[in-house]
T-cell receptor, first 115, second 113 residues
Framework: DTAVSQTPKYLVTQMGNDKSIKCEQN?????MYWYKQDSKKFLKIMFS???????INETVPNRFSPKSPDKAHLNLHINSLELGDSAVYFC??????????????FGNGTRLTVT | GESVGLHLPTLSVQEGDNSIINCAYS??????FIWYKQESGKGPQFIID?????DKRQGQRVTVLLNKTVKHLSLQIAATQPGDSAVYFC????????????FGQGTTLQVKP
């Protein structure tokens, strides 16, 4: 299947722990993103990478560190997890840098619960 | 600041009726607008898009209308089906015209059998 896939789907962890979420796309897209969806379903961009280079960083705490080993993968590592990090995290990808005529394709999300 | 908003948080329609979901945006520099559908437990799924030089675009059972004068976007779904039940988001590219999408807060569409 052609898709954006992310793992794990659910992640429950305690405050202070470090965790990673992985994302892979086989759509041949150039740019990958991390979006965060809060409990009110509001979606906001966190990061984007184009061909392994960071192009968008939306004032996210530096406890969050994205890593892109190649243009098909974008992982998200979170240090010292806090209660407020609980949310659903979506990976997405697009042709070019997104924008005009290049809609984002989203994965099915990782629900992170910090206790 | 930039924001995209939806007029109604929940829309309830009878199966077979037409649905209209509205969206207001604030950035007149936006060139590109997208509607996404999000089903429970899944990621946003692309439905239809429209460029700022168009005022209407049709897909299969869906139509997007853009009124740049009043900065208004709408999604029309014809003959609404139970499978259309989901949260619908409008999104705009804002002044960056990149994948940094600005999303509205979403409208929940409930289809009654």
């Amino acid at each position: 299947d052609t898709a954006v896939s992310q793992t794990p789907k659910y992640l429950v962890t305690q405050m202070g722990n470090d965790k990673s979420i992985k994302c892979e796309q086989n759509l041949g897209h150039d740019t990958m993103y991390w979006y965060k969806q809060d409990s009110k379903k509001f979606l906001k961009i966190m990061f984007s990478y184009n061909n392994k280079e960071l192009i968008i960083n939306e004032t996210v705490p530096n406890r969050f560190s994205p890593k892109s080993p190649d243009k098909a993968h974008l992982n998200l590592h979170i240090n010292s997890l806090e209660l407020g990090d609980s949310a659903v995290y979506f990976c997405a990808s697009s042709h070019g840098t997104g924008g005009l005529g290049s809609p984002l394709h989203f994965g099915n999300g990782t629900r992170l619960t910090v206790t | 600041g930039e924001s995209v908003g939806l007029h109604l948080p929940t829309l309830s329609v009878q199966e077979g009726d037409n649905s209209i979901i509205n969206c207001a945006y604030s950035n007149s520099a936006s060139d590109y607008f997208i509607w996404y559908k999000q089903e429970s437990g899944k990621g946003p799924q692309f439905i239809i898009d429209i460029r700022s030089n168009m005022d209407k675009r049709q897909g299969q059972r869906v139509t997007v209308l853009l009124n740049k004068t009043v900065k208004h976007l709408s999604l029309q779904i014809a003959a609404t089906q139970p499978g259309d039940s989901a949260v619908y988001f409008c999104a705009e590219t804002g002044s960056s015209n990149t994948g940094k999408l600005i999303f509205g807060q979403g409208t929940t569409l409930q289809v009654k059998p």
